[in-house]
């Protein structure tokens, strides 16, 4: 008998996908379907709450043969899957309502989507993994798609879907000869492989390690991701920065040090190399742009790259690190994406011009967009501050001080187009603009969104023990 | 290494079938007469002349009855050798093959609900 157990996040987040799919058949054809939202929100809350007890000392619990694995680790990036989609859910449902002309399938690929990130998670071996990452990507092809009323979604849709499949195809050709060099798909076979260090096993690793890249939207493997970004229902893209990128970093995070951790010698460097072109070209990118999502793609790029230079440290620490960095990234996001969508809704764009003039029509949410791009930019007291410390402190320790310099002086330039944003909100009004601000009506579940978002960055960034202790209770299953 | 004698057999085995065609097929380029007419140059199908122009668009409800099709076909794949070794199989395997057979329900009822039935 299989132990059902480890996988039973899994199952609960598909049971809410079923559940979504078949309130869709059951309320009246032409009734809203915002039902199917709080379902999916309270749903998605008990899954949250529930994922607490199942983190655990000893050894963790495995499925199918140790081809899944349950560990704390695993758990960690879960939750942050789960918190994201449940905050993407919330402060979506006006947007949802106006734009998307099928709700019921909208929520349904979104839970199909947050399952196969958890799959990514959990694998623990390449197969595993690649079903996982099919799962999420072949959702998000879908979803990035679904502004029937907008050519750019179906245009990002299309774009996505080819970049995506030439990147797939990358890495399937790469784990392939990976499998031919160890005769395994199992991370911990092919670590103990001596195979792997022939040719052979090498150009499998670079051609996984560029299909990781493609999937994180590392430069120069970047080229779809702005289009992409900005095309996508504004929710899609915050899910496209949190979820898709999150779960991207925590299976390559886990690649890297349980299946090639020897051959640490030829992809460290490379790997150094590529954070540091990541976080100085996203951020000289962003600088130049008007429309806040494709803004913050760029930016995303560049998260990237710090998150890549806490994995470089290849350690406990380094790891800690990049999964704080990935949740507090996850709140920052929340609210900066809350208010773009809130703005979206009322006004129509996501521009600079959109953006004009909201500390007076909405405080609250200027005050919020202020806060999370603050938080982006890792400027104190907020979590973004923490986050980047203990990313460059370990970078730092292990020999990579060029790097943290790099990121330290990138964060700096980063601000500028950050606070480009919050002065189109903040500055004074010409008359005629005056007149036009009209105000913006925020419902409730937005205001409890970037409330919450704001606690959370500004509450990790005073007393950030709370988070690292988590993450440290993540990493301890971790390394065998 | 590894890969030559694990995988060797299955190489030669794609040239074969490779090699196999072309053999066929390239004595006989060579060799067959060529006598083209017009009759000879039309498309067949199925024996009777083709009427109007052969590049015309499918109703999408026929792509939409394949799928359908499929979801039924993969429910015969899995169903058959279920039932073969159900004996040793047990109650087990029956509750799964329950919520099998439910998630395809699911399937069909969806595109039931959604009007992919509907012949329009």
């Known amino acids: 008998m299989m132990n059902f157990w480890a996988v039973s996040t899994e199952i609960l ?22 039902g199917i939202a709080y379902v999916v929100i309270s749903g998605l809350l008990a899954t949250l709450v529930y994922t607490f007890g199942l983190y655990h000392t000893g050894p963790s619990m495995t499925f199918f043969g140790g081809l899944f694995i349950a560990d704390n680790y695993a758990l960690f990036f879960k939750q942050l899957f789960i918190v994201g989609m449940l905050f993407s859910v919330l402060f979506s449902m006006d947007y949802v309502e106006k734009y998307i002309e099928s709700p019921g399938e909208f929520y349904t690929i979104l ?34 798609g679904q502004r029937m009323d907008d050519k750019d979604s179906g245009e990002a849709s299309v774009k996505y879907l080819i970049v995506g499949a030439g990147s797939t195809a990358v890495m399937l050709y790469g784990i392939s000869l990976v ?36 999937k994180l939207s590392v430069i120069p493997f970047h080229m779809w991701a702005p289009d992409v970004y900005q095309g996508a229902p504004t ?39 590529f954070a540091a072109i990541c976080m100085v070209g996203g951020n ?52 900066a994406f809350a208010v773009l969508t809130c703005v979206e809704t009322m006004r129509g764009g996501t521009t600079h011009r959109h953006m004009t003039g909201l500390a007076q029509s909405a405080p609250i949410l200027a005050a919020v967009m202020t806060i999370s791009l603050l938080s982006m930019a890792g400027i104190p007291p907020t979590a ?44 004074d009004l010409t008359p005629e603009e005056e007149a036009e601000n009209t105000a913006v009506k925020i419902p409730f579940a937005v205001r409890a969104t970037v409330l919450l978002s704001v606690i959370a960055t500004i509450g990790t960034g005073i007393y950030p023990e709370l988070l690292a202790s988590l993450t440290n209770l993540a990493s301890q299953t971790f390394m065998r | 290494m590894k890969i030559m004698g694990d995988f060797g057999g299955l190489g030669i085995f794609f040239v074969v079938t490779l090699i196999f065609p072309i053999t066929a097929l390239i004595p006989a380029f060579l060799l067959q007469p060529r006598h083209p007419t017009k009759q000879k140059g039309i498309p067949y199908e199925c024996g009777v002349d083709t009427i109007g122009k052969t590049y015309v668009q499918y109703r999408i409800g026929y792509f939409l009855y394949a799928l359908i099709f499929l979801v039924f076909d993969i429910e015969t794949v899995f169903l058959y050798p279920w039932a073969v070794r159900f004996g040793a199989l047990g109650l087990f395997a029956l509750l799964e093959m329950f919520l099998f057979l439910g998630i395809l329900g699911l399937g069909l009822w969806y595109a039931w609900k959604k009007g992919a039935l509907s012949w329009k």
């Open chain 1, 13 to 34: 987040i598909l049971a809410l996908m079923v559940a979504a799919l078949a309130m869709d058949l059951i309320l009246p054809k032409e009734g809203t379907r915002r």
């Open chain 1, 111 to 144: 839970m199909s989507a947050l399952l196969g990130m958890c799959v990514m998670a959990s694998a623990n071996d390449l197969l595993t993994l690649f079903i996982g990452l099919e799962l999420m990507t072949i959702s998000f092809y879908v979803l990035v």
């Open chain 1, 179 to 214: 499998y031919g060099a160890s005769g395994s798909l199992d991370f911990v076979v092919i670590c103990r492989s001596l195979q792997m260090f022939f040719s052979i096993g090498l150009a499998g690793v670079v051609l996984v390690m560029i299909g990781f890249f493609f």
């Open chain 1, 235 to 273: 929710p899609i893209t915050a899910l496209l920065a949190m979820g898709s990128k999150a779960a991207g970093i925590a299976v390559f995070m886990r690649v890297l040090y349980t299946a090639f951790p020897l051959l640490g010698a030829y992809w460290l460097p490379v790997l150094a190399v």
């Open chain 1, 284 to 335: 000289i990118m962003a600088i130049r742009q008007t429309d806040v999502k494709r803004m913050l793609a760029y930016s995303s790029i560049a998260q990237a790259g710090y998150m890549m230079c806490g994995i470089v440290s290849a350690d406990i620490a380094g790891m800690k690190a990049v999964m704080f960095y990935a949740m507090l990234y996850v709140f920052a996001n929340v609210g």
């Open chain 1, 384 to 427: 973004g501050f923490s986050g980047k410390i203990y990313i460059f402190t370990a970078a730092v320790e292990r020999g990579y001080l060029w790097l943290a310099f790099v990121g330290f002086v990138m964060s700096m330039i980063s601000v500028y187009y950050y606070l480009l944003v919050a002065k189109a909100m903040y500055r």
